[in-house]
Structures are given as C-alpha cells and as structure tokens.
C-alpha cells in the first residue's frame, strides 16, 4: 500500500500540482505527506574559490533570503494539509536537491516530482530526476507542471517490454492498478526477436485482483509514439513504465522513451527502475 508519500516542495511552476497530487493520494491511500524542502546555498552553488571570495555580509544575506523563502514554502505547505485534511510533516536541508531527494526517498512509498517543461532549467531538473529514478530503488510518480492531483488513475496504461524495469513498475504500481476501473497492458519492443507477449503479465496482474486487457503495439512506430498515441487514443488517466535509460556508465542520462514520457506534460507517469 501507499502510505508514505515524498513530495518535493519548492517555488517552481510545478510546485502546487506536486503538493495537490501528493495530498490526492494521501486521502486515497490514507496515507502521510513528507514536503521537502532542499536550500542550495551559496557553498553548494558556487565554486569553492568564488565562495571563498564573497564577503560576510552576501553570504549571511543570501542565506537569510532562503531560510526566509523556506518558511513560505512551509506555511503554504502545511495549509495545503489543514486544507486537504491529511497527516503531514516538512523537511528541510541545504546541499544538492538529487542527494536529499534521493536519500529522503528511500523511506517513502513514492515521491512525486514534476514532468519537465520548456519554462525549467533543463539540464539541472533533469539531472536530480534522472539521479532520483535510478538511485532511489523505489517508484517516482511525475505529474504535469499543471495539474489537479485529483480524480486521476481510473485508466492506467501500462507499458510491458519484458524488461527489469517494466517488472519492477507493474509490481511497484499494483496498489495504483487495484484502485483503477481499467488496465490496458500494452506489449512494446521484441524479445529474443519475437513480439513482446502481453498476456502473460495480465495474467499475473489478475492474480492481484487486477483485470488487464492486452494490447499489442502497431508496428513501424517508435516506442514512446506508440505508447502516446495509444494512451491517448484510450483516454489514458496513467502511464506506468520502467525507466527505460541507456548505459549504467552514463546514470544521469535518460533514454528517449523515458525522456518523451516525462516531457508530454499530459498524463501522470508512474516510473521504477
């Protein structure tokens, strides 16, 4: 079951659809909201030499600016959770978000982090979500930058390649395809150079009280537009996948299925590694 939820607090553009969803799924699941919130100082964001040349008096300053930031973000926080009615608590520390967002989330059930947009600062978001997904050992759940966080998860797609990654998704994700009035279990990819079967996973899904319908891909279409082209054919309200990524050598790089799903800004896409 979910029942310890880590949802990433911060000022961006995602940042109350995070703390929606996160609250949503609390009330779900009945379940406790940790917000988190990273302060990246001046000592993480500079080099040591340009840190160690900046006077007193900035350095205090800009701290100050932060800590008084933080309390905003947590008053707001802890409103959205009076509000919502849910069991909550904030954290806070300074350093580099993809260390405390990894490290915070080895205790929680799920942490919900936000699709990337054209509007973020690219390299650095991507890189602490690419480090969280395939670090953390537990599933991450990315929502729209605009987004409800409620009456979602009804029509769950389920992406199946056979894969590591895709087995641990449709385990992880159980408790989410329970909870939904329709499973389609799409076979994506070859194995030993023949289709992907898709019965055998619907199969084990009805084992947990899940009834899936098996799809097969449309073949001469590239993974990610099958699966955005079908998700959306069906009305899809989820996306569950593997974190489908290249070379272990290069972590902070994700695949091109993976980076499509995590840039459609359309659907939740429920994510393990």
Request: with cysteine; net charge negative; charged share 20%.
């Amino acid at each position: 079951m979910i029942k310890t939820i880590l949802v990433y607090v911060d000022g961006d553009e995602g940042n109350q659809s995070r703390i929606d969803t996160a609250i949503g799924l609390a009330d779900r699941f009945n379940g406790h909201v940790i917000g988190l919130h990273v302060m990246e100082t001046p000592e993480i964001m500079l080099h040591p030499s340009t840190f160690a040349a900046l006077p007193v008096e900035i350095v205090s300053g800009q701290r100050k600016v932060l800590m008084e930031r933080a309390d905003a973000l947590r008053s707001e926080f802890e409103k959205k959770l009076g509000q919502g009615g849910v069991r909550g608590e904030w954290r806070q520390a300074e350093g580099a978000i993809q260390d405390h967002l990894s490290f915070q989330s080895r205790w929680s059930d799920i942490t919900i982090v936000s699709q990337i947009s054209s509007a973020m600062i690219q390299d650095r978001i991507e890189s602490a979500f690419s480090s969280l997904v395939l670090t953390s050992g537990l599933p991450v759940l990315a929502v729209p930058t605009s987004f409800e966080g409620s009456g979602w998860g009804t029509n769950a797609l389920v992406c199946w390649n056979g894969s590591q990654q895709a087995a641990r998704a449709v385990h992880d994700a159980v408790p989410f395809l329970k909870a939904a009035d329709k499973v389609t279990a799409l076979a994506v990819g070859e194995y030993f150079g023949t289709d992907i079967p898709a019965a055998d996973i619907c199969t084990h899904l009805a084992r947990h009280n899940v009834n899936a319908e098996a799809l097969t891909e449309e073949k001469g279409k590239s993974p990610q537009d099958t699966i955005l082209g079908i998700a959306k054919d069906l009305g899809a309200d989820l996306i569950v996948s593997g974190a489908w990524g290249h070379s272990r050598v290069r972590e902070i790089v994700l695949g091109g299925v993976t980076r499509s799903l995590l840039t459609q800004q359309k659907i939740p896409v429920f994510l393990s590694h």
